[in-house]
């Protein structure tokens, strides 16, 4: 048997031991950890300037992080949201993935689907006139239907592996939560969104572009879970390029390009507060690792981790391991660190 679930569950990763993981978290630590003081300090003064003269607290941080990098890059979400039209995010995604991959994504309309906004998609590459592969495309929220997750607002579904054998090609479902059309105007993205579309359609493409024979092996089966979300991943980094960000942006009624300052702005506006950001998930993923190798009551470890991973101070209230779904109702458990290892 194994001492601990984190021991039992490091012989699925790629990682290897759970000393491979601390170290590579301690290390990630020590960058983040004196920039995050750093970024509070600022977030402090920056509050102060506007009559907010109490210290901040945890709660506080993501209004006046949200006025700062409004006023610092003129970053407003709303107003970037009509840059980015959905049908022509989809079109310059797939142009892009017939760049890179030398793949064309042709819809297909005589496949029924479970609604009339899902679209059937095949996929071809150079080596054959049929298709390689196939996929569902459910873009929109629907109430009552679907389970909306504000956080993580999209999924992609393995439905049939290749498999040689069989003649069988991959088939998949990307199921998103995006802002149905409205009043003629069509869905309109965040940025937030635009990369949530990128990084779940890389994922996608795991599955769907598979050169492997076997089921078992295929695409995304039996792959080592912390590098399960690479290519999704490397997706996301191409939002980040000058030129794929024009292609895939113009405003939804006069198509104008996204405005220059803002696309110079882009790797500004993501790395605002990263230092924070990645103290916060570098915490999450001891705090998982902890909880699964321990049997010290919960409380008593976020009292320990919290001021090494934090500026601000715990507030004796805060429960928040009670909602970290991802690792008692999702299947994250001893693995939330997988996020943070695929970036790497």
Not at 227 to 238: N, S
Request: net charge negative; hydrophobic share 35%.
């Amino acid at each position: 048997g194994y001492e601990t679930y984190v021991d039992m569950s490091m012989e699925t990763k790629m990682a290897g031991s759970v000393e491979n993981v601390n170290n590579i978290l301690d290390s990630l630590l020590e960058s983040a950890r004196s920039m995050q003081d750093v970024e509070i300090e600022l977030l402090q003064r920056f509050a102060a300037e506007r009559g907010f003269d109490v210290k901040l607290e945890h709660w506080d941080i993501p209004y006046w992080q949200r006025k700062q990098k409004w006023s610092l890059y003129n970053f407003d979400e709303d107003k970037i949201r009509e840059y980015f039209p959905l049908p022509r995010v989809i079109n310059s995604l797939f142009n892009l993935c017939s760049q890179l991959f030398k793949i064309q994504i042709v819809e297909r309309s005589d496949i029924h689907t479970w609604h009339k906004d899902v679209k059937f998609y095949d996929v071809y590459d150079e080596s054959r006139n049929t298709p390689v592969s196939a996929f569902y495309l459910d873009p929109y929220a629907r109430q009552d239907q679907k389970i909306r997750v504000y956080d993580d607002a999209g999924w992609h579904i393995s439905i049939r592996n290749k498999c040689t054998v069989t003649s069988t090609d991959p088939l998949s479902a990307l199921i998103f939560n995006f802002q149905a059309p409205v009043e003629g105007r069509p869905s309109l993205l965040s940025l937030n969104e635009v990369g949530v579309l990128f990084q779940r359609f890389g994922h996608s493409l795991r599955h769907l572009l598979t050169k492997a024979n076997y089921s078992e092996v295929a695409g995304i089966s039996n792959v080592e879970w912390d590098a399960a979300e690479v290519c999704g991943q490397v997706m996301t980094h191409w939002l980040y390029d000058p030129h794929t960000i024009q292609a895939i942006s113009g405003h939804y009624s006069t198509d104008e390009p996204l405005p220059e300052d803002i696309v110079k702005n882009l790797q500004n506006i993501r790395g605002h507060m990263s230092g924070y950001t990645l103290c916060k998930e570098l915490y999450l993923s001891k705090l998982d690792l902890e909880l699964h190798s321990k049997k010290t009551f919960w409380r008593d470890i976020v009292r320990e981790l919290w001021p090494k991973y934090h500026a601000l101070p715990f507030d004796k209230y805060d429960s928040h391991p009670l909602s970290f779904t991802k690792i008692f109702s999702e299947e994250w458990g001893a693995a939330y660190y997988c996020h943070l290892w695929s970036k790497m």
